[in-house]
């Protein structure tokens, strides 16, 4: 059969439809980024911000696949849901445990993959200039978030990593997971004495503007410290940081670029230049 005027217009007018799912989603900035990364690329894509019911995460991510949608990145508080629905996930994904990239196929397939990690590490090695190769990094916190990034840290080979937990089981365990636990080593806040090269917040403090009970002497004047969560003025932590003596203190907007930009590889083929968007995001939109 020929193709038909209608067909063409489908076919014209049709744009992959992508999204991101979380519980609330309205502030989320990944539509302006995959737009803004989509004008750079010249591909045709919608990408809207949809807010799940908590309850009903599993059917809610099969109505949009049904609907036609190509993919979803997943937000806060589905990662852990999405990893367990993907029918297959990556390897990063895996040991993270946690999935914020799904990609659909014709045949109901679901697969999963996490970009958090990688998104950390080129927004230091890449954009910012922070070495991790030989340094001693300090990352606080052991939930969901340290998860998704103590595994590519480590694979940029730096000297140490430590991972400090208000909680400290929490921080065991997570490291008692691990396929390589002998170079990551826990503990609790209090335990913590000496300077590191690179502190990185992934607890959830930021959130309420507080900073973790952390001793002063993690910082030496070269010390960088990077917060894990975004916010239009410097976090809690960020200030802190730089109060004691780090020469630096960045936020995680360009990990939320990053992350991005590899979700867009993932989907597109295309690697977009993440600067301008970032630089456009600072300051004030894309
Ligand atoms: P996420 O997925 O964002 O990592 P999570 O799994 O609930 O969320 O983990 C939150 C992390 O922030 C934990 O490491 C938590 O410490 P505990 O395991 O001791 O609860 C940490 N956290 C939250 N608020 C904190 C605070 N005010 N000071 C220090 N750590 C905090």
Known sequence: MGTTMSDLFDFKSRQRRFAVVGHPVLHSKSPQIHDAFARQCNVSLSYDAIALDPIAFEQGVRNLQAGGVAGINVTLPFKE????????????????????????????????????????????????????????????????????????????????????????????ELVASMDSPDRVHPCGLDDVNEAFDLVINATAASLSSQVPALSESVFHPGSHAYDLAYADQPTAFMRWALGLGAVRAVDGLGMLVEQAAEAFWIWHGQRPHTAPVISALRSGGC
């Open 81 to 172: 849901a999405a990893f367990r629905l993907a029918d297959e996930v990556s390897e990063r994904a895996q040991f993270a445990n946690a999935v914020n990239t799904v990609s659909f196929s014709d045949d109901d397939h679901i697969a999963g993959d996490n970009t958090d990690g990688i998104g950390l590490v080129r927004d230091l090695q890449e954009n910012l200039g922070i070495a991790c190769t030989g340094a001693r990094i300090l990352i606080i916190g052991a939930g969901g978030a340290a998860r998704g990034i103590v595994q590519p840290l480590l694979q940029s080979n730096p000297d140490c990593v430590v991972i400090a937990n208000r909680t400290v089981s929490r921080a065991r």
